[in-house]
């Protein structure tokens, strides 16, 4: 039962958090899930997360954070191109 509120919970929060802000914000602590994971996993259970697992979830989170800051970028080219101010006529 706990369980079940706890994810009931997490997904109302998430579902408020995307209404909020941007996916270019919250997706970083998405792939933070992974590395709580790999936390929870040895603190609790005492598994040892191999070279596989390691360099594949790193793989994950490195490109995640490289799309999410290549979005970024392309959406601060938007706002500049939108704000740039109108020529003068001479």
């Given at each position: ?29 998405d ?50 191109k ?9």
């Amino acid at each position: 039962m706990t369980i079940g509120l706890m994810g009931g919970s997490a997904q109302i929060v998430l579902t408020i958090a995307y209404r909020s802000a941007s996916v270019s914000v919250l997706a970083p602590f998405d792939y933070m899930a992974l590395v709580y994971g790999f936390i929870m996993g040895f603190v609790f259970f005492s598994e040892v997360p191999d070279w596989y697992l390691i360099i594949g979830g790193a793989t994950v989170v490195t490109s995640g954070i490289y799309i999410v800051h290549c979005e970024a970028v392309v959406a601060r080219q938007r706002r500049k191109k939108q704000t740039l101010p109108l020529p003068a006529d001479a």
